[in-house]
């Protein structure tokens, strides 16, 4: 069973930094793209960052110039350094990669999610 380990959330406050870290489960291949959604309370849920196995990165505006998106491909984890939050970045970040695991077609895989909280 593939697994995406999320951790780095938190409570900060506004102007403040987090540093989201993911790593896939060993038996995740092929890793073509990791990145990070995001859901805010009565919201539908968006795309934050995502990079390419060959290293091209997409930002939602709203994110641009702020978070920085990076991975660590023989470590099969994702990152994403927010600096500059907001209160309006107040969300729980899931993290996703789409890939391989053995015995499957090619498919996104979801971790569980973790609470960033922006204070004002």
């Known amino acids: 069973q593939v697994q995406l380990v999320e951790s780095g959330g938190g409570l900060v406050q506004a102007g403040g930094s987090l540093r989201l870290s993911c790593a896939a489960s060993?038996?995740?291949?092929?890793?073509?793209?990791m990145g990070w959604y995001r859901q805010a309370p009565g919201k539908q849920r968006e795309l934050a960052a995502i990079i390419t196995g060959d290293d091209n990165t997409d930002y939602a505006d709203s994110v641009k110039g702020r978070f920085s998106i990076s991975r660590d491909a023989a470590k099969k984890t994702v990152y994403l350094q927010m600096n500059s939050l907001k209160p309006e970045d107040t969300a729980v970040y899931y993290c996703t990669a789409v890939g391989y695991s053995g015995g499957t077609s090619i498919r996104a895989y979801w971790g569980q999610g973790t609470q960033v909280t922006v204070s004002s």
């Open positions: 060993a038996n995740l291949f092929s890793i073509n793209r």
